[in-house]
């Protein structure tokens, strides 16, 4: 999410085996047709916790074991917002104090949802003891939220209040456009205190140290190996919830999902292989999807470190790259380039794609400047000479497949053809990789980021100075944040849109901290006996409407 982001990352590591999981005797609550949906993620969840989860493998679990305020579903191939843990919501008139009622649901341990969980969950999230990765969410809307996070009141000065176990009240510094996309993100899921805080540090890392007040709950979880959900029969919405069982198989070489998709282990499987899709296209029973999404893959550069603390050699190391050789090579024209940072399929409002509406920052800065100009003009501003043979530079990449590699090696390839530097190459699990990023010990890094609500400002808010963290380039402009904050309030569409896009520009102009590659594309394929599978990226109402007939 984000992300979803949920966050999303670039993770494959060691191939795993995979059988069927479930089983041909599970049954649906009602003797009808075996209800069982066998799919996957990735990689390992870094925690189940959404206080501090910002992966998308987390993200994915989360969506269908926890009740958020709202939900984003689909209908007729449109997107609508449907209330989830609050039944109905209003705001007063200038649209800074939202009130939700909630409904009457459950714990997996019996006890009641109450607006305390919510309340409780929005601010520990901004809460700075917390150091949750997601507060970035709502810190700049909810009243007293970055003076919250900075430390500078305390948590009870939130504008965020349980008025009774049914009522919960949030107020906003202003009227913010896109706020109810935010209701159903990480930042505004319940969490119950007293679990939270028995388990500490530990919580959200095992299955013990959970409960859940979603459609289903988790009824295992091996690490690196599978989560098992169940159906909740305490949801206050079961009965319109038809699986009775999810098998998540964590598995993170695509080889191994392909061939586990084909014989029929997995019922559904997304592919970004050219052979594999055509190898799809031909099976009998299978359905076949294809959208751009809003996610986006790229560098990273550490702007503390010596040699890219200089503008000229980011940019260098920007330009360098042959976006659309790389879309070929790599990704076999499965996917988007991307000369931007706000990737496509992401909306503003009626004016719809924001993409459709402003230039491309990166094709402009492209024609201007030669990237091995710029890299010989910041090596001289470092006192590093002219020769770039002598430079090496640290790639760290979150993945140790064979995949990885052959990844590696082409951008190892190219940057010596292009700018003549050595390049380092680091596979490392995802775990080791974000310890590294997060602890500043890395030059340059490589990540998949995926959007968690449908607006610009899902993307673009990340490089704030208050929001840093979230992908550690360590890099801050006051003039970048000014523009955030303007467009954070602003209420027209076309004025919020056009500092979007000069945010966008300052990003590159005066930033170049990261260096966007690809935008996804999706291909997926799934058997034609799964029903009512989502198809477009930002819905969030996970698999709660699926159902599986003539299996």
Request: hydrophobic fraction near 30%; charged fraction near 25%; proline fraction near 3%.
């Amino acid at each position: 999410m984000k992300k979803k982001l949920s966050a999303a990352l670039l993770v494959t590591a060691m191939t795993l085996s995979l059988t069927a999981c479930g089983g041909g005797d599970s049954k649906s609550s009602d003797g009808g047709a075996e209800q069982y949906y066998n799919t996957y993620i990735a990689s390992e969840p870094s925690t189940l916790s959404t206080l501090m989860g910002n992966d998308i493998y987390g993200w994915e679990v989360n969506k269908n074991t926890l009740e958020p305020l709202t939900r984003l579903v689909e209908k007729d191939g449109k997107q609508e917002r449907e209330g989830a843990g609050a039944e109905s919501w209003e705001s007063n008139e200038d649209g800074t104090v939202w009130t939700f009622k909630l409904r009457d649901n459950k714990w997996s341990d019996g006890q009641a949802v109450t607006a305390a969980d919510y309340a409780y969950g929005i601010a520990q999230t901004l809460n700075p003891e917390t150091g949750s990765p997601n507060s970035y969410f709502t810190a700049d809307y909810i009243k007293n939220g970055s003076k919250v996070v900075n430390g500078e009141l305390p948590v009870e000065e939130l504008g965020v209040k349980a008025v009774d176990d049914k009522t919960l009240e949030i107020t906003l510094e202003a009227p913010t456009p896109y706020f109810m996309a935010i209701t159903d993100t990480r930042a505004c899921y319940p969490v119950r205190q007293d679990i939270a805080e028995k388990h500490g540090e530990a919580y959200g890392s095992e299955l013990e140290t959970l409960v859940f007040n979603g459609p289903f709950k988790v009824e295992s979880w091996t690490h690196n190996s599978e989560i098992k959900l169940v159906k909740n029969p305490d949801y206050w919405d079961a009965e319109n919830v038809k699986l009775d069982r999810v098998n998540y198989a964590i598995v993170n070489d695509e080889n191994t999902r392909f061939n586990s998709f084909e014989s029929g282990a997995l019922d559904y499987v997304s592919v970004g292989s050219e052979e594999w899709a055509g190898r799809f296209d031909k099976k009998e029973g299978v359905e076949r999807v294809d959208s751009t999404i809003p996610e986006l893959r790229f560098d990273f550069f550490n702007t503390e470190d010596e040699l890219f603390s200089n503008l000229n050699i980011r940019k260098a190391f920007v330009l360098a790259v042959d976006r659309e050789d790389m879309l070929k090579t790599i990704y076999q024209d499965m996917h988007e380039v991307a000369y931007f940072w706000v990737p496509k399929a992401i909306n503003t409002g009626e004016n719809g794609e924001y993409r459709s509406q402003v230039e491309a920052p990166l094709e402009k800065m492209a024609k201007e400047n030669d990237a091995k100009e710029l890299l010989l003009q910041g090596m001289k501003e470092l006192g590093l000479g002219d020769d770039p043979s002598k430079i090496t530079v640290k790639y760290d990449l979150s993945g140790t497949t064979q995949w990885s590699r052959n990844y590696g090696e082409y951008v190892q390839q190219k940057y010596k053809e292009i700018l003549g530097v050595n390049i380092e190459l680091n596979f490392n699990e995802w775990s080791t990789f974000q310890q590294k990023t997060n602890s500043g010990d890395y030059q340059m890094g490589n990540m998949l980021w995926s959007t968690d609500y449908d607006d610009p400002m899902s993307m673009i808010s990340l490089f704030t100075t208050e929001n840093s963290g979230n992908i550690p380039t360590r890099w801050s402009n006051e003039k970048f944040d000014d523009l955030i904050e303007q467009a954070s309030r602003e209420m027209d569409e076309n004025k919020r849109v056009e500092l979007y896009s000069q945010a966008e520009q300052v990003l590159f102009e005066e930033g170049c901290n990261v260096c966007p590659l690809i935008n996804d594309q999706k291909h997926i394929f799934y058997y034609s006996y799964v029903k009512n599978l989502n198809k477009l990226e930002t819905t969030t109402s996970g698999l709660k409407y699926v159902s599986i007939e003539g299996r």
